[in-house]
């Protein structure tokens, strides 16, 4: 909205609120399943493919949604964008890299999915809306964008999301115990919504075709990241480990050689500053 642009959003609000839109000006919201028809009437210079529930809790519970979205939206997305001779991104993930046996993940790393586990409507969605983009800008030479997103935080997320930080947070504010999978030796990198945003506004204005990594260095053990959230909000909550999910990656953290060097995006946003900013709105969520 600071550059200026008119922005139509299309959502079926399956994991959103229209709440997340109040007090934005210039923003027409239309409830719509991209994974059906799309029409949109006049001049379009962007489609910005960002639909798609991201939680491990959405994906026993919408798993055809899921692949649906992934596949045929990215279809009529791509089908808009050539019929309005528009530019294209698409928002991947890093869970095309699966539970990765390269670290960091570089974007020339191919992945290690399983395709036949509870994540895979998830992952392998993403990986055919990767293919999609690839050969529509291939075939028809529509200049397109991917970024794989890497593990992303802050305000407005859903109280009962289902991911990590929103689980944490949720559960000290309220004296729950924070839950732990596995041994709490796995890893992620979180980064701060404001430079995802930034990340993915870089890629819009000087970005290539090939994917770009954004995510964070700030690379944490779930169970650092569970008693830094206790320590934070002065909860009492003890700490309570549970069975690791099936498929659920080990480490990740980006290679973001990419994005650095030609893009010039780095996130600014500290862990701690980014974990602070956070609890402000689950202070008042929960």
């Not at 000006?25 to 910005?48: I, N, P």
């Amino acid at each position: 909205m600071a550059r200026g642009w008119s922005v139509l959003v299309l959502d079926n609000l399956i994991t959103g609120s229209r709440r997340n839109l109040e007090g934005v000006a210039g923003v027409e919201l239309v409830e719509h399943d991209v994974s059906e028809h799309v029409e949109v009437e006049g001049s379009v210079d962007w489609v910005l493919h960002l639909a798609s529930p991201a939680s491990p809790i959405d994906f026993p519970a919408y798993p055809i949604q899921i692949v649906k979205v992934g596949t045929l939206g990215t279809h009529n997305l791509l089908g808009l964008a050539k019929a309005k001779r528009a530019r294209f991104l698409l928002a991947s993930t890093s869970e095309v890299y699966g539970d990765p046996l390269v670290h960091p993940q570089p974007e020339t790393y191919w992945g290690n999915v399983n395709p036949l586990g509870p994540r895979g409507c998830y992952d392998e969605g993403k990986r055919a809306a990767e293919a999609f983009t690839m050969a529509y800008h291939r075939k028809h030479g529509i200049d397109t964008r991917i970024v794989r997103i890497f593990n992303t935080y802050g305000p407005r997320m859903r109280t009962d999301d289902g991911r990590v930080l929103p689980n944490f947070m949720t559960q000290a504010l309220r004296g729950d115990p924070l839950t732990v999978y596995g041994d709490g030796s796995q890893t992620r990198s979180l980064t701060y919504v404001e430079d995802l945003v930034a990340g993915i506004l870089a890629i819009v204005d000087r970005g290539d075709h090939m994917p770009f990594n954004i995510g964070s260095q700030d690379e944490v053990t779930m169970l650092e990241l569970a008693r830094r959230v206790v320590e934070l909000t002065g909860s009492r909550s003890p700490i309570e480990f549970r069975p690791l999910p099936e498929d659920d990656p080990k480490q990740r953290r980006p290679d973001t050689t990419r994005a650095r060097t030609l893009l010039g995006w780095e996130p600014r946003t500290g862990l701690g500053e980014g974990l602070g900013r956070t609890l402000e709105y689950f202070r008042a969520a929960v």
